[in-house]
Structures are given as structure tokens and as C-alpha cells.
């Protein structure tokens, strides 16, 4: 599949309008299938919750159906429905005209951020040509200034048939400018439905984010934290192999009960996302007595899931639009760029857009306000820049996937393509140029003040680097920092400026030697550190720095924290057992040949298997 599904692929569009002006009806009319699920529903005649259906439109496009309740009482089912919808049909009927339902349900569309739609004029059987000129100026005057200005308004009867055509060509008209939805990305499908279906287990539904599933998927469950694999993926009915982005899709799931995941959960694949209760947004206020309230509790709706969220002013923009931060009840799966409505018991007051869903919580406001206009107004590459920047060490990729919803493709061709980027493989981190420079320059000037007070030493250790300069930096950051500096030189575990050389005065090199020697003359019966560091007769720390050099250059060889033997008896056993390949020899038998005591055995033995001169088998050694 490609990373774009097919603009004959289909596309989600959502019902809205108030009560009993006949949405359901139209759907039923449009598609030929019953919405209305609920055995209350049915009898009551309105439509609690939401119903699905879908249809094949003129131009071949498929259009999955969700149908919202128009009722007052159920605007957060209306609301579980709309959040990921790519167009909506706004119904008003033409014997009632724009109603407080009408009013919410295009605000709270318009605050989700949909961008497409037309509208139904609905029962027009019922009333006579005046009737339909005067709704259908009231609905454009809803509809000024907003992303339903200018759409086609289309008179129907869903009783007669009046009008279908029209409205079927119309949609086929408003498909054909709606973008397919990439299936490259991350996947999220956060669930509207749970049910048990007999013979196959758990179902739940929802219409995909982003990304694409697959059968046999392991996902995912938030805010479970709860992973299960799926069984079977269905689309408009039909058993598929995978699911895309904009798809309503039905996933059978195995190792969960309906009861224990329902609406308002998100599946996801294992390992990409994070749950969050503090977000910092974007608020445009529909009441601007609300929105100079420094604080206030509010019901929270975003994506299928709906929760209680204290809401508190960082800054206010503009009379109806402010930065604000949301502290919610419940851990939710929330990404920038995410849409939501805010609301009272009873009526939507606002909505906006998620800025930051893992902000920082101790800087300023005024800081707070700062850095979200900056993230607010910058692209993904400027957004990119300012979150690795705040990292102590740049940011991890997978850190980054779980701040932005990007994948790590996305995220390394942004860093490649920024100058003030740079990708660090080995720890799969993006860092700033500016702060690996400051590291390197840090480096450098460390390492000259390191030689001249220890001009014998060929270099420093990376521990000591590590220690001194970088504590808490990973290793691989590390070796990225220190590997890339023109002016130094890395050999092994040893970092040093390119221009610097070992300098010992007499003294030095007469003490050098004598350590050198007493570790000659001990052979297999070596002194202790103590004692060698005495025979050199030079005050630490510089006679620690002689024996540490004389180790580096191999002329010794540590083999525990305090036994080091000299060179040549290393290579002396070496030489003498590579002429008796594959010879078997006991503990005893080497203590025999070298005259060594079982204190000095063991540990020689076992550096030898180390260095796969022998290897060991049961209480024998086997010479490799």
C-alpha cells in the first residue's frame, strides 16, 4: 500500500444538526441502513448514540457514515462521533429552520477544526418555496465567515426522494477535494464502540487517525498499558487485511473483554506513545466571559474520550482567544495538533488545539507563554529545533515520536535537512550543533589543562572525561563528542590532543623503569601494586600515572584490580602453549609447569580463557 491512500479510497463524514430534523432519516435514505441501534432509540424515535452506515457514491468513492444524536442531552456522544471526520453534512430542516442544536453542533465543528461540509435542507415536502428560501438565507447566515461559506445547500426529501441525486453528486463533488490521509504515520484509533460479537470475541470501532493496522498487529490499548494482538480487521463491512488512516474500522481483538476497554480508549502500536494529563493549548472562547477566568473545571472532550479538566489561564491573546493549560482527571493519549471542545453541564463554550501535551511545568508564565507562541507559529523542522534544544543532551528519537506523533523517519530527515541539527546514530538522538560544539570546545580546553599538569601521561581516560565533564551523558553521546574533534585523538580508552606527546623528565624515566623492572624480575610471582608503585620511588599521583602508561602501552598487563603481570610472561605462556594446541591440562598441572601459586592461577587462567588462549571445560583447560 502506499503511504497515501487512494482519493478513490473513501472518507469519513459526520451528521450534525438538531434534533428530529431528520438526519437519521437521511441516512437511512441515502444508504439504505438503520442508524438507529438502540432498542430506545427505536422507541423513543431520536437517535441516543451513534450510528454507523456507508454508502458508494457516484464517482466510486466510498463515504463511511457517522450519524450523531441531535439531542441536547447527548452532545458528548455527538462529540465521541465528530473528532475524526474528514467533511460534515449539516441538516437543518426546512419547516423548523436553525435551532440551538443547529448553533452548537456547527460551532463545535468548527472548533474541531473540520474544514469541509455542505448542507441538507431537509424535509422540503413539508413546505412551500418561501419556507426554503428563508431557511436557506438562515443558514448562510449561520455559516458566514466559516469553512461552510459557500457550500452547496441541497434541498431534500428523504421521505420522497426528493433531492437524493442532487445530494449524492454534491458528495461525490465535495470528495473529490478531500486529500487522502498519509498511512505512514503512527498509528491511533481511539474507539467509539465495544462490543462482544458471538463467535468472535471482542469488537471495537472507531475511525483510524493516522497510520495503518494490520491483522495479526499486536497494539496497544491507552490508558491501559495493556497490549493485545488483532484477530481480524474489517471495513465497511467486509474483512480486510489492513486498515488506513481515515477508515472506519472494526477490530476484533484477543486477550480483552468488551467491558474492560470502551469509548474514549485509543489503540495504538506498542512502544510509540505516551499518556498525559497536563497540556498546554490554544483556546477560542465562544462566551468571553469565560475566557477572563484565571481559573475554572470544565468537561474536557478530545478525540472519542471525554473527562473533567481543571483549566488554567497562562496568557491572554485576544478578547475570545487565550494560551491556556489543562491539568486533566485521567491520563490520555494527546498529541499536538489534537482538537477538542470544552464545555459546561450543558453548554460548549470552547475549543482549540493542543500545543505542547508534555510542557515543561516549572518555568514562568510568562516563559510558558513565550515558548508556545513559538511552537504555535513554527513549522515541524522549527518545532523540531526548539524541543531538542531543551533536552540536557539533545532528545532521544523515540522521546521525540511521543512529543510530536512523528515517526522516526520524519524525525531524521527534519534533523538532516536542518544546518543546526545534527543526528547522533550511536545514541539515536538528535542534539543541537550549538551544544555539541560547546562539548567539543569544553573537551579541548579540559584536555590542555590535563596535559600540562601531567605532561608524562600520552592522554586521559574517557572515564576521566566522563566523569569530569559529562556525567549523565550516554556513552555513545560520548564517543559522538569526542570523536568528532579535529585536534584530538582517541585510541581505545585513552583521549588526548593530535599534538600532544609524553614528556618524562630524568627522574620519571629512572622511576618508570624500576616499575617496569620489578614487574620483570616477579615473572609469575608479580609484586602488588603497592609494592611497585614503592619502588619507583616518585610521590603520587604521578607514580600511579607511570604504572597506568606502562599498562597502556602493553609493556604490562593488568588482569585483576591488583594483579599485573609484565608483558613478556604473558607472551612467554602464549608462545609456549600455542606449540600444544588442543592439550588438555588440570589446575594443578599449570601451577606445575609455571611454578605459580594457586593465588595467581586462577586469575591468570581465567584471562587466558578470556583471551581465548585456552578455553575451559568442566575442572580441565582446552588449548585453543
Given at each position: 500500500?502506499?503511504?497515501?491512500?487512494?482519493?478513490?479510497?473513501?472518507?469519513?463524514?459526520?451528521?450534525?444538526?438538531?434534533?428530529?430534523?431528520?438526519?437519521?432519516?437521511?441516512?437511512?435514505?441515502?444508504?439504505?441502513?438503520?442508524?438507529?441501534?438502540?432498542?430506545?432509540?427505536?422507541?423513543?424515535?431520536?437517535?441516543?448514540?451513534?450510528?454507523?452506515?456507508?454508502?458508494?457514491?457516484?464517482?466510486?468513492?466510498?463515504?463511511?457514515?457517522?450519524?450523531?444524536?441531535?439531542?441536547?442531552?447527548?452532545?458528548?456522544?455527538?462529540?465521541?462521533?465528530?473528532?475524526?471526520?474528514?467533511?460534515?453534512?449539516?441538516?437543518?430542516?426546512?419547516?423548523?429552520?436553525?435551532?440551538?442544536?443547529?448553533?452548537?453542533?456547527?460551532?463545535?465543528?468548527?472548533?474541531?477544526?473540520?474544514?469541509?461540509?455542505?448542507?441538507?435542507?431537509?424535509?422540503?415536502?413539508?413546505?412551500?418555496?418561501?419556507?426554503?428560501?428563508?431557511?436557506?438565507?438562515?443558514?448562510?447566515?449561520?455559516?458566514?465567515?466559516?469553512?461552510?461559506?459557500?457550500?452547496?445547500?441541497?434541498?431534500?426529501?428523504?421521505?420522497?426522494?426528493?433531492?437524493?441525486?442532487?445530494?449524492?453528486?454534491?458528495?461525490?463533488?465535495?470528495?473529490?477535494?478531500i486529500p487522502g490521509r498519509s498511512t505512514s504515520g503512527l498509528a491511533r484509533l481511539p474507539i467509539d464502540r465495544s462490543f462482544t460479537m458471538q463467535g468472535f470475541g471482542t469488537v471495537v470501532t472507531g475511525t483510524l487517525w493516522s497510520g495503518e493496522l494490520k491483522t495479526g498487529d499486536?497494539?496497544?490499548?491507552?490508558?491501559?498499558?495493556?497490549?493485545?494482538?488483532?484477530?481480524?480487521?474489517?471495513?465497511?463491512?467486509?474483512?480486510?487485511?489492513?486498515?488506513?488512516?481515515?477508515?472506519?474500522?472494526?477490530?476484533?481483538?484477543?486477550?480483552?473483554?468488551?467491558?474492560?476497554?470502551?469509548?474514549?480508549?485509543?489503540?495504538?502500536?506498542?512502544?510509540?506513545?505516551?499518556?498525559?494529563?497536563?497540556?498546554?493549548?490554544?483556546?477560542?472562547?465562544?462566551?468571553?466571559?469565560?475566557?477572563?477566568?484565571?481559573?475554572?473545571?470544565?468537561?474536557?472532550?478530545?478525540?472519542?474520550?471525554?473527562?473533567?479538566?481543571?483549566?488554567?489561564?497562562?496568557?491572554?491573546?485576544?478578547?475570545?482567544?487565550?494560551?491556556?493549560?489543562?491539568?486533566?482527571?485521567?491520563?490520555?493519549?494527546?498529541?499536538?495538533?489534537?482538537?477538542?471542545?470544552?464545555?459546561?453541564?450543558?453548554?460548549?463554550?470552547?475549543?482549540?488545539?493542543?500545543?505542547?501535551?508534555?510542557?515543561?511545568?516549572?518555568?514562568?508564565?510568562?516563559?510558558?507563554?513565550?515558548?508556545?507562541?513559538?511552537?504555535?507559529?513554527?513549522?515541524?523542522?522549527?518545532q523540531l529545533e526548539l524541543l531538542v534544544s531543551e533536552g540536557a543532551q539533545g532528545r532521544r528519537l523515540a522521546n521525540l515520536m511521543r512529543l510530536t506523533g512523528s515517526t522516526e523517519q520524519e524525525m531524521r530527515q527534519l534533523a538532516e535537512a536542518n544546518p543546526r541539527l545534527m543526528?547522533?546514530?550511536?545514541?539515536?538522538?538528535?542534539?543541537?550543533?550549538?551544544?555539541?560544539?560547546?562539548?567539543?570546545?569544553?573537551?579541548?580546553?579540559?584536555?590542555?589543562?590535563?596535559?600540562?599538569?601531567?605532561?608524562?601521561?600520552?592522554?586521559?581516560?574517557?572515564?576521566?572525561?566522563?566523569?569530569?565533564?559529562?556525567?549523565?551523558?550516554?556513552?555513545?553521546?560520548?564517543?559522538?563528542?569526542?570523536?568528532?574533534?579535529?585536534?584530538?585523538?582517541?585510541?581505545?580508552?585513552?583521549?588526548?590532543?593530535?599534538?600532544?606527546?609524553?614528556?618524562?623528565?630524568?627522574?620519571?624515566?629512572?622511576?618508570?623503569?624500576?616499575?617496569?623492572?620489578?614487574?620483570?624480575?616477579?615473572?609469575?610471582?608479580?609484586?602488588?601494586?603497592?609494592?611497585?608503585?614503592?619502588?619507583?620511588?616518585?610521590?603520587?599521583?604521578?607514580?600511579?600515572?607511570?604504572?597506568?602508561?606502562?599498562?597502556?602501552?602493553?609493556?604490562?598487563?593488568?588482569?585483576?584490580?591488583?594483579?599485573?603481570?609484565?608483558?613478556?610472561?604473558?607472551?612467554?605462556?602464549?608462545?609456549?602453549?600455542?606449540?600444544?594446541?588442543?592439550?588438555?591440562?588440570?589446575?594443578?598441572?599449570?601451577?606445575?609447569?609455571?611454578?605459580?601459586?594457586?593465588?595467581?592461577?586462577?586469575?591468570?587462567?581465567?584471562?587466558?580463557?578470556?583471551?581465548?588462549?585456552?578455553?575451559?571445560?568442566?575442572?580441565?583447560?582446552?588449548?585453543?
Open positions: 500500500m502506499s503511504d497515501i491512500v487512494n482519493s478513490k479510497g473513501g472518507f469519513v463524514l459526520g451528521t450534525a444538526g438538531h434534533i428530529d430534523h431528520g438526519k437519521t432519516t437521511l441516512v437511512r435514505a441515502l444508504t439504505g441502513m438503520e442508524t438507529d441501534r438502540l432498542a430506545e432509540e427505536k422507541k423513543r424515535g431520536i437517535s441516543i448514540d451513534l450510528g454507523f452506515a456507508h454508502l458508494t457514491l457516484p464517482d466510486h468513492r466510498r463515504v463511511a457514515l457517522i450519524d450523531v444524536p441531535g439531542h441536547e442531552r447527548f452532545i458528548k456522544n455527538m462529540l465521541a462521533g465528530v473528532g475524526g471526520i474528514d467533511a460534515v453534512l449539516l441538516v437543518v430542516a426546512a419547516d423548523e429552520g436553525v435551532k440551538p442544536q443547529t448553533r452548537e453542533h456547527f460551532e463545535i465543528c468548527r472548533l474541531l477544526g473540520v474544514s469541509r461540509g455542505l448542507i441538507a435542507l431537509t424535509k422540503i415536502d413539508s413546505v412551500g418555496e418561501e419556507s426554503i428560501t428563508a431557511v436557506t438565507s438562515e443558514v448562510r447566515a449561520l455559516c458566514a465567515g466559516s469553512f461552510l461559506e459557500g457550500a452547496p445547500v441541497v434541498p431534500v426529501s428523504a421521505r420522497s426522494g426528493q433531492g437524493l441525486d442532487l445530494l449524492r453528486a454534491s458528495l461525490a463533488t465535495l470528495s473529490s477535494g499486536t497494539v496497544e490499548a491507552h490508558p491501559l498499558r495493556e497490549r493485545f494482538r488483532i484477530r481480524g480487521l474489517q471495513v465497511h463491512g467486509k474483512s480486510v487485511a489492513s486498515a488506513a488512516a481515515g477508515q472506519r474500522t472494526a477490530v476484533n481483538l484477543v486477550g480483552v473483554e468488551a467491558r474492560q476497554i470502551g469509548r474514549g480508549f485509543v489503540l495504538s502500536h506498542p512502544e510509540t506513545f505516551e499518556t498525559t494529563r497536563i497540556v498546554d493549548i490554544h483556546l477560542e472562547w465562544l462566551d468571553p466571559k469565560y475566557a477572563s477566568r484565571s481559573r475554572q473545571t470544565l468537561h474536557l472532550h478530545i478525540g472519542t474520550s471525554e473527562t473533567m479538566a481543571d483549566v488554567r489561564l497562562i496568557q491572554t491573546l485576544a478578547p475570545t482567544q487565550t494560551l491556556t493549560r489543562i491539568s486533566a482527571r485521567e491520563p490520555l493519549l494527546i498529541l499536538p495538533g489534537d482538537r477538542f471542545v470544552l464545555r459546561t453541564p450543558n453548554t460548549t463554550i470552547a475549543g482549540g488545539f493542543v500545543i505542547d501535551a508534555f510542557p515543561p511545568i516549572r518555568l514562568s508564565r510568562i516563559k510558558t507563554a513565550e515558548r508556545l507562541k513559538r511552537l504555535a507559529a513554527g513549522d515541524d523542522m522549527a543526528l547522533c546514530e550511536a545514541g539515536k538522538r538528535i542534539v543541537s550543533r550549538a551544544w555539541l560544539g560547546q562539548k567539543r570546545e569544553q573537551v579541548v580546553k579540559w584536555l590542555e589543562s590535563f596535559h600540562e599538569a601531567n605532561p608524562a601521561v600520552k592522554g586521559a581516560s574517557t572515564h576521566q572525561i566522563r566523569s569530569e565533564l559529562m556525567s549523565g551523558i550516554e556513552p555513545g553521546v560520548i564517543d559522538f563528542i569526542l570523536q568528532g574533534i579535529p585536534q584530538v585523538r582517541v585510541e581505545r580508552d585513552i583521549v588526548a590532543l593530535a599534538r600532544h606527546h609524553a614528556q618524562l623528565n630524568p627522574e620519571e624515566i629512572h622511576a618508570r623503569d624500576r616499575i617496569e623492572q620489578i614487574y620483570r624480575v616477579g615473572g609469575f610471582q608479580p609484586p602488588s601494586m603497592q609494592e611497585a608503585l614503592a619502588s619507583g620511588g616518585i610521590a603520587p599521583p604521578s607514580d600511579r600515572a607511570l604504572l597506568e602508561a606502562l599498562i597502556k602501552e602493553r609493556k604490562l598487563v593488568r588482569i585483576g584490580p591488583d594483579l599485573i603481570f609484565h608483558g613478556s610472561v604473558l607472551a612467554h605462556i602464549r608462545k609456549s602453549l600455542a606449540l600444544q594446541k588442543g592439550r588438555r591440562f588440570s589446575v594443578p598441572e599449570f601451577k606445575s609447569w609455571t611454578q605459580i601459586s594457586r593465588k595467581y592461577a586462577i586469575p591468570l587462567l581465567e584471562y587466558l580463557d578470556r583471551e581465548h588462549v585456552t578455553r575451559r571445560d568442566g575442572d580441565l583447560r582446552v588449548v585453543l
